[in-house]
């Protein structure tokens, strides 16, 4: 077998595995980094965020051609979808992204290797693939990410399937059933709703998106509705079955529901297997996360552990802040992620985002906070757009003014909680946000205005 050294090597080239490859050879460690797949950067880019905001905004034209270009004096005739057209281009941004990582190694003399890497002992990792490499290295991180999470009494197989299938159906499905009202079910349930398809979620909860304050999230619920979402909230699905081209899916309590394909999004699983985590005697937890402690060192000597195979927020943001953090930390021995401040967003339409506590979090904590909301209805800029649903609202520390939540639903939701993300994370009091100046006429002066309500002293309410 072929044999390699190396400083650092990093295994899964996700949004976590690749920034901390990167990172790592910018601060001068000779930094490789192992990948099973022949194109570079992980679920995000290639079957996750990356496509499925490609699919968002192809289909959100294609409705806007249908219904609101005419509200604008613009009529068009003889509109058609070219579904093959769309997933090509789809196909085209990914292809285009994983090749923009290769280069980006090349630029910064990461080694990639192509092949399934695996732990053997300590300070050794071997990369199966073609040519298989035994590698030695004084740092190993383990970035090997997640996978759709299976459903108990459900096979993946033919009509059932999770969202790699989902962003590739070759024709809009007549019903597709998505079981889970989290962020993946509500964006492609929104894709496939957009392009003609009838669509039913079935979500556990009594609620959509577990994570989100839950008055903006009912919020959001309503308006998806009138899109044309069907919802059966309560719902908890027992299991899956094929049945001719199809496929019937069993809820507790209630009829069996027939569908022409079923997305299962309920969430995402750990990806060890195969690691030869116990060649170096790390045992994953429960929930077959892998435990780390400071610095995502695990409990083995030189091994450490990124991303969403650590749990927590299963986010590509996190994943790349975590990265960073802890190869900086190997580098130069600080590195810090501060998890108080990561930003969550669903695209749908409009997007749903937020950064810091919700409502029920704060009423759990028994933390006295003020509220200010501000409604884009009396937006100019969204007016202006023609996309007026939604709202900000701010939660702000009773005592200090410390802005401690902040959450919003309404169009480039996710492009606005930037702003107050790095206000939180310079310790912003509501005050701050207020007294900043905002460009007029812009969506962010909801959130100049939402601070204002906080003090009761909103201007265009
Ligand atoms: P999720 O955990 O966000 O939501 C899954 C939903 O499925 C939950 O509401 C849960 O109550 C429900 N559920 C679970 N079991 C069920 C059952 N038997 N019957 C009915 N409902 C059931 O999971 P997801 O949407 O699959 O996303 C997975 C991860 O990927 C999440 O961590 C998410 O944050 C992340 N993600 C993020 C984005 C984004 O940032 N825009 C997009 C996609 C995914």
């Known amino acids: 077998m072929k044999k390699a050294k190396h400083e650092l090597v990093v295994i899964g080239a996700g949004p976590g595995g690749y920034v901390a490859a990167i990172r790592a050879a910018q601060l001068g460690m000779d930094a490789a980094c192992i990948e099973v797949e022949p194109a570079l950067g992980g679920t995000c880019l290639r079957v996750g965020c990356i496509p499925s905001k490609a699919l968002l905004e192809s289909s959100e034209k294609y409705l806007d051609a249908d219904r609101e270009l005419k509200k604008h004096g613009v009529n068009v005739s003889g509109l058609a979808l070219d579904l093959a057209a769309m997933l090509k281009r789809k196909e085209r941004i990914v292809k285009g992204l994983t090749g923009g990582v290769d280069g980006l190694f090349k630029k910064n003399k990461v080694t990639r290797y192509l092949g399934h890497g695996r732990l053997a002992g300590p300070g050794k990792v071997v990369v199966d693939g073609d040519e298989p490499v035994e590698i030695t290295a004084k740092h190993v991180l383990v970035a090997t990410g997640s996978r759709c999470a299976p459903l108990k009494g459900v096979e993946f197989k033919g009509a059932i399937g999770t969202s790699t299938e989902a962003l590739s159906y070759q024709e809009v499905p007549g019903h597709l059933v998505v079981i889970g009202a989290g962020a993946i079910g509500l964006e492609l349930g929104s894709v496939w709703r957009r392009l003609g398809a009838k669509v039913t979620v079935l979500e556990y909860l009594d609620r959509i998106l577990p994570g989100a304050d839950a008055g903006i999230a009912a919020a959001a619920l309503r308006v998806f509705k009138r899109q044309g979402l069907k919802f059966q909230l309560d719902a908890r699905v027992t299991g899956a079955r094929l049945e001719g081209d199809g496929a019937v899916v069993d809820v507790e309590g209630v009829d069996p529901v027939a569908a022409d394909r079923v997305l299962v999004a309920v969430g995402r699983a750990p990806v060890t297997e195969g690691l030869g985590l116990d060649t170096v005697g790390i045992e994953t937890d429960k929930r077959g996360f892998i435990p780390v402690g400071e610095g995502f060192a695990t409990s083995a000597g030189g091994v450490h552990a990124i991303g969403d195979v650590i749990g927590g927020a299963m986010l590509a943001h996190k994943a790349h802040e975590e990265g960073i953090a802890c190869v900086e930390r190997l580098a130069t021995g600080y590195g810090h992620v501060n998890y108080d401040v990561i930003p969550s967003i669903a695209y749908t339409s409009p997007e749903v985002a937020w950064v810091g506590r919700t409502e029920e979090q704060l009423t759990e904590e028994g933390v006295a906070y003020r ?91």
């Open 371 to 461: 509220k200010g909301t501000f409604p884009f209805k009396a937006n100019g800029r969204a007016q202006a757009l023609g996309t007026t649903d939604g709202e900000v609202k701010i939660l702000a520390d009773g005592a200090t003014d410390r802005v401690l939540g902040v959450h919003i639903f309404g169009p480039r939701a996710g492009d606005l909680v930037a702003e107050a993300t790095a206000a939180m994370e310079f310790g912003a009091s509501s005050e701050d946000v207020a007294r900043t100046c905002h460009a007029h006429p812009t969506l962010s002066e909801a959130l100049m205005e939402a601070a204002l309500a906080v003090d009761d002293r909103v201007i265009h309410m």
